[in-house]
T-cell receptor
Framework: NAGVTQTPKFRILKIGQSMTLQCTQDMNHNYMYWYRQDPGMGLKLIYYSVGAGITDKGEVPNGYNVSRSTTEDFPLRLELAAPSQTSVYFC????????????FGPGTRLTVT | GQQVMQIPQYQHVQEGEDFTTYCNSSTTLSNIQWYKQRPGGHPVFLIQLVKSGEVKKQKRLTFQFGEAKKNSSLHITATQTTDVGTYFCAGAGGTSYGKLTFGQGTILTVHP
């Protein structure tokens, strides 16, 4: 199993541009998550999904959108990139909810200039 | 909303010294998880604690969950250079269905 994969690994965007961060898992996990990690700030939840077709906001959803059309894929969309969105983005998945460990992808390092 | 605070933010130790990081929640937790992130890497699950007062050990690592289920600690005995990285606690409360709240992490540096 590849686990959780994310593309791209690195990206530089100009202010106002849009992009989609891809996330795929091959563990048949129901729950998927998007986090952002800023230096010294831990992980902040952006959006999460408890199954195909079901998504909900996390702690910091503004400026982002998600969709979950399949169990495997959970893309994160940035519509109008802003410098405040410069961060490392991690996708994660878990078999179920709170009492199951989360498996993280390798991350996407995004810079908005 | 639920807050999880972790201290210290940084810790420098000499190889062989012990290390402890503490995690405190503003609300009672249903369970707490610990993750380790190596420099440049992604978080990797270490352990989960569920019961009040629970203590679990993994080789040189000892994890504790407080009696009130509002705090936790990770203790590493005789640190090694392979222990370097950031250690995160992540708590789940009764109203945070499907979501973990992560602490800001403790960055551990081990000097050989």
């Amino acid at each position: 199993n590849a686990g959780v994969t994310q593309t791209p690994k690195f990206r530089i965007l100009k202010i106002g541009q849009s992009m989609t961060l891809q996330c795929t898992q091959d563990m048949n996990h129901n729950y998927m998550y998007w986090y952002r990690q800023d230096p010294g700030m831990g992980l902040k939840l952006i959006y999460y999904s408890v199954g195909a077709g079901i998504t909900d906001k996390g702690e910091v959803p503004n400026g982002y959108n998600v969709s979950r059309s399949t169990t495997e894929d959970f893309p994160l969309r940035l519509e109008l990139a802003a410098p405040s969105q410069t961060s490392v983005y991690f996708c994660a998945s878990s078999y179920a909810g709170l009492t199951y460990e989360q498996y993280f992808g390798p991350g996407t390092r995004l810079t908005v200039t | 909303g639920q807050q999880v605070m972790q201290i210290p933010q940084y810790q420098h130790v000499q190889e062989g010294e012990d290390f402890t990081t503490y995690c405190n929640s503003s609300t009672t937790l249903s369970n707490i998880q610990w993750y380790k992130q190596r420099p440049g890497g992604h978080p990797v699950f270490l352990i989960q604690l569920v019961k009040s007062g629970e203590v679990k050990k993994q080789k040189r690592l000892t994890f504790q969950f407080g009696e009130a289920k509002k705090n936790s600690s990770l203790h590493i005995t005789a640190t090694q250079t392979t222990d370097v990285g950031t250690y995160f606690c992540a708590g789940a409360g009764g109203t945070s269905y499907g979501k973990l709240t992560f602490g800001q992490g403790t960055i551990l540096t081990v000097h050989p």
